[in-house]
């Protein structure tokens, strides 16, 4: 039986997975189910994932949530090539695991917050912008920019792995991807060795990277024209 992928291209690891699976061809049944609508909480998708999130897999009846553990499975399962989640060097292993545990409290928690605020809630739920969280979660993402220079990619290291793409750098940049729907200019373009990385993988991994993330684009614009018409009711 076919591998079954549920993803919705708006969630971030969901667009690491998917983008994963093209770039190393394994053959895979789309289940795309689309947050927007709710369909996240049907009891279908529930008997999937009970806690409602996206990306989930179902190969061949063994169920699996959590990006980090799908990739990791996906990589070992399907035997890709090794700088995706290497076997045998165990260093090169760990180096890739240290980002994948660093990446939940910092690029992901504090891009998901921004991304939150701006866009999900206000149109979500139709409350506020809680502006001092918004501020909070860019300062914290300045540190995590900082730290990604001078920690993960210290030495000229093309990757956060090392010389080659792995699957954390897919989910770092997918994250910081979405900030893209909500900020004029994205919080790593001013960091010329963070924003180098993010073109190298975007190259890397054309042309999925840019057909993965068509939707971060679109939302972009329905942000901005948002934006534009509240500037407007306040004039
Ligand atoms: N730690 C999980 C996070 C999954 C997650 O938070 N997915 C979000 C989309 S990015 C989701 O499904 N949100 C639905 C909701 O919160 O209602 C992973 O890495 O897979």
């Not at 042309?207 to 024209?225: L, M, W």
């Amino acid at each position: 039986m076919a591998l079954k992928v549920y993803y919705d291209l708006m969630s971030q690891p969901s667009r690491a997975v998917y983008i994963f699976l093209k770039m190393n061809n394994i053959p895979f049944v789309p289940k795309p189910v689309a947050l927007r609508s709710g369909e996240h909480h049907t009891d279908e998708f529930k008997k999937i994932n009970p806690m409602s999130l996206v990306p989930a897999i179902d190969d061949d009846g063994f169920v699996l949530t959590e990006s980090v553990a799908i990739l990791k499975y996906l990589a070992l399962k399907y035997n890709v090539p090794d700088h995706w989640y290497p076997r045998r060097d165990l260093q090169a292993q760990a180096r890739i695991d240290e980002y994948m545990n660093y990446q939940h409290l910092n690029t992901r928690y504090n891009g998901g917050m921004v991304f939150q605020q701006l866009v999900i809630i206000p149109r979500a739920m139709r409350a506020p912008v809680q502006w001092p969280m918004v501020e909070n979660a860019k300062n914290r993402l300045e540190t995590v920019i900082f730290q990604l220079e001078s920690y993960f990619l210290k030495d000229n290291k093309p990757f956060l792995g090392g010389a080659d793409i792995s699957i954390a750098d897919l989910l770092g940049v997918c994250e910081l991807m979405q900030l893209y729907a909500c900020c004029e200019e994205n919080i790593y373009e001013s960091n010329p060795v963070v924003k180098a990385w993010v073109s190298r993988v975007q190259r890397r991994t054309a042309p999925h990277f840019e057909e993965a993330n068509k939707i971060v684009n679109r939302v972009r614009g329905v942000y901005s024209k948002q934006k534009e018409a509240q500037q407007n009711a306040k004039l």
